[in-house]
């Protein structure tokens, strides 16, 4: 029997299909991962190469087997209000796809508690076992491989990437964005202070360490209720000349005639974004642009400059979820277990 278009639907309306792997999906515990003292930090252009250790030590130990603070929840404005740099502050955009090393944060992005989200799951396991009944082989396969889907993409895993402030001579605004679920880690260096957080996100991302409720904002598309107000993530603007070096590197005999006008569009589209389009946004110009990892790992970024002697991090004392987010603390065979979504 062929599965009806109907049937097919309704699963592929419950279950957000993607290009996961099943090992991609159970892969790992979730316990912490510490960052290596020699990894190099994304810096601003003009900065010169900097490992972790030249900056901090000590980082906070992140083990699944225990929360280090309450969630703390943080509306996420339909309205797209956001706070704004005050007149004294300075501003940093970072950007990055993914990256960032373990953690044991996981969610589902959509607001919905542990009971609902069971539910649901429930329901779309119950049409997959319905198809399978009705339906051949092939069509009952197939039902599984979505349910299948729907258990492992329902629940992100974030990594952590930590954001180091050095800079003392005036507070600084953090405008942080990604593609992928990130924990951003806060640790501000003796005398620094942060004047406020916004985080855009299209996965969604969490704060620790960060300010209050008052100047945090958070963007994301996945499950968010402000998803037309999300920030765009840009990568560093790179000159026609620099990409059609790089495309002859590879193939003496490339010929750029068909590429040059459009890569030079995309130069202009570029700055434009960083020199007036951010700068309306947020309000102010970024003082640094925190996008490009130089071909390295993208785990640790450097706000201001390098210490004379590398300060102490912190532990982990504040938590903060966007609202659309249910949180969940642990390993990945717990957090499937919480959201109800054991085999």
Do not use: H
């Given at each position: 029997?062929?599965?009806?278009?109907?049937?097919?639907?309704?699963?592929?309306?419950?279950?957000?299909?993607?290009?996961?792997?099943?090992?991609?999906?159970?892969?790992?515990?979730?316990?912490?991962?510490?960052?290596?003292?020699?990894?190099?930090?994304?810096?601003?252009?003009?900065?010169?190469?900097?490992?972790?250790?030249?900056?901090?030590?000590?980082?906070?130990?992140?083990?699944?087997?225990?929360?280090?603070?309450?969630?703390?929840?943080?509306?996420?404005?339909?309205?797209?209000?956001?706070?704004?740099?005050?007149?004294?502050?300075?501003?940093?955009?970072?950007?990055?796809?993914?990256?960032?090393?373990?953690?044991?944060?996981?969610?589902?992005?959509?607001?919905?508690?542990?009971?609902?989200?069971?539910?649901?799951?429930?329901?779309?396991?119950?049409?997959?076992?319905?198809?399978?009944?009705?339906g051949g082989f092939i069509e009952g396969a197939i039902a599984r491989e979505f349910a299948g889907f729907a258990k492992g993409n329902s629940v992100e895993w974030a990594t952590r990437v930590d954001v180091l402030v050095t800079e003392t001579e005036a507070p600084v605004f953090l405008v942080l964005t990604s593609y992928n679920a990130i924990l951003w880690n806060i640790q501000l260096a003796p005398g620094a202070q942060i004047d406020g957080i916004v985080v855009s996100a299209y996965e969604g991302g969490a704060i620790a360490n960060g300010t209050t409720a008052r100047r945090t904002g958070f963007m994301g598309f996945d499950g968010s209720p402000n998803r037309s107000c999300r920030l765009d993530g840009r990568g560093k603007p790179v000159p026609s000349e620099v990409r059609i070096a790089g495309a002859k590197e590879l193939n003496p005999a490339f010929d750029p005639s068909g590429y040059k006008e459009r890569w030079d569009a995309e130069y202009r589209e570029a700055q434009k974004f960083f020199a007036v389009d951010l700068r309306q946004k947020i309000g102010k110009a970024p003082t640094w642009l925190l996008n490009d990892a130089r071909g390295g790992s993208f785990q640790a970024v450097l706000v201001g400059p390098v210490p004379s002697e590398p300060f102490a991090q912190q532990p982990v004392t504040r938590l903060q979820i966007p609202s659309y987010v249910a949180p969940y603390w642990g390993t990945r065979k717990g957090a499937f277990k919480y959201f109800g979504l054991e085999s």
């Amino acid at each position: 029997m062929v599965m009806s278009f109907k049937k097919a639907l309704a699963i592929l309306s419950l279950i957000g299909v993607t290009a996961c792997s099943p090992a991609d999906l159970y892969s790992g515990e979730g316990s912490g991962e510490k960052i290596a003292a020699d990894t190099p930090l994304v810096v601003a252009d003009g900065q010169g190469p900097t490992l972790m250790n030249q900056v901090s030590v000590g980082q906070p130990e992140l083990v699944s087997a225990q929360l280090p603070a309450v969630f703390e929840t943080v509306d996420a404005d339909p309205n797209c209000r956001m706070p704004r740099p005050s007149r004294a502050a300075k501003v940093a955009y970072v950007y990055t796809y993914g990256g960032g090393v373990k953690t044991p944060l996981q969610y589902i992005a959509d607001g919905a508690d542990a009971d609902k989200i069971a539910a649901r799951m429930a329901m779309t396991k119950e049409i997959a076992k319905q198809v399978s009944r009705e339906g051949g082989f092939i069509e009952g396969a197939i039902a599984r491989e979505f349910a299948g889907f729907a258990k492992g993409n329902s629940v992100e895993w974030a990594t952590r990437v930590d954001v180091l402030v050095t800079e003392t001579e005036a507070p600084v605004f953090l405008v942080l964005t990604s593609y992928n679920a990130i924990l951003w880690n806060i640790q501000l260096a003796p005398g620094a202070q942060i004047d406020g957080i916004v985080v855009s996100a299209y996965e969604g991302g969490a704060i620790a360490n960060g300010t209050t409720a008052r100047r945090t904002g958070f963007m994301g598309f996945d499950g968010s209720p402000n998803r037309s107000c999300r920030l765009d993530g840009r990568g560093k603007p790179v000159p026609s000349e620099v990409r059609i070096a790089g495309a002859k590197e590879l193939n003496p005999a490339f010929d750029p005639s068909g590429y040059k006008e459009r890569w030079d569009a995309e130069y202009r589209e570029a700055q434009k974004f960083f020199a007036v389009d951010l700068r309306q946004k947020i309000g102010k110009a970024p003082t640094w642009l925190l996008n490009d990892a130089r071909g390295g790992s993208f785990q640790a970024v450097l706000v201001g400059p390098v210490p004379s002697e590398p300060f102490a991090q912190q532990p982990v004392t504040r938590l903060q979820i966007p609202s659309y987010v249910a949180p969940y603390w642990g390993t990945r065979k717990g957090a499937f277990k919480y959201f109800g979504l054991e085999s």
